[in-house]
């Protein structure tokens, strides 16, 4: 998976973005409507708390964000993997989930009902493929495992337990906000190339931390 994922970074390095070859056009589409759902959230949670995190994104990512405009925010959403965390890397949690698959459903929240459309497309590209649920989700392979045990019938469940852990992807890092933010608006296609081709790195470089035996260094270089 590591590797398949870094090819992708080769080829895009050498020219030309290649993402979304993988993924089918309504796919495409169905990430971004995604994300916008969770920028939304992340804009009516600074509203509500507005010297607090929203969703692990620093107060002035979030007041940011708020302030874009509806054509500044489809270009935010139009990354080809999530902006949004579910706690896709860990294993053990999404095991213990899919053992208490039997409980039953939570509130439609504006929050929950989000999760629960996030989850539904997480159950949907988890039945695609590996490269595909590792390059939109973050998904390591064991949680994929986990996924494609998870029934349809399942996933009200699957958001209720899952809500708790939503976070924006990457919401520490130095570069990847500001980047999308600054291809955002106004919207630059070239920076946009840029932040993708970092959400792609970030994404191997997880996935790498993932996989790892506990305590051994990330290989160098």
């Known amino acids: 998976m590591l590797e398949r994922l870094s090819a992708i970074q080769d080829a895009d390095v050498r020219g030309g973005y290649h993402a979304h070859a993988v993924l089918e056009p309504g796919a495409l589409e169905a990430i971004r409507e995604t994300n916008l759902g ?15 995190r929203a969703f692990g994104l620093r107060p002035a990512t979030a007041e940011a964000l708020a302030a874009l ?14 902006l949004f965390n579910l706690g896709f890397d860990d294993a053990p ?12 459903n939570g509130s439609l929240a504006d929050e929950a009902t989000f999760a629960r459309t996030a989850v539904f497309l997480a ?24 996924w494609r045990t998870l029934p349809l019938s399942a996933l009200d469940h699957a958001a209720t337990r899952s809500l708790p852990r ?22 630059d296609r070239t920076r946009a190339a840029s932040v993708r081709l970092l959400g792609l790195q970030l994404l191997a470089a997880d ?15």
Not at 69 to 82: F, N, Q
Not at 93 to 104: K, T
Not at 207 to 221: D, F, M, N, T, V
């Open 123 to 146: 159950w949907h590209l988890a039945q695609s493929s590996e490269l595909t649920a590792a390059l939109v989700l973050g998904m390591t392979p064991l949680v994929q495992q986990a």
């Open 38 to 52: 969770f920028l939304a959230l992340v804009s009516a949670r600074h509203r509500a708390e507005p010297q607090a």
């Open 93 to 104: 949690f999404w095991q213990g989930v899919i053992a208490e698959r039997g409980a039953g």
């Open 69 to 82: 405009d509806a054509r500044a925010l489809r270009a935010a959403a139009a990354c080809p993997y999530t």
């Open 207 to 221: 996935g790498i931390r993932a996989e790892r035996p506990a305590g051994a260094p990330l290989p160098s270089g």
């Open 166 to 187: 939503l976070s924006a992807r990457w919401g520490d890092h130095v570069l990847f906000w500001p980047k999308l933010l600054e291809a955002a608006a106004p919207v």
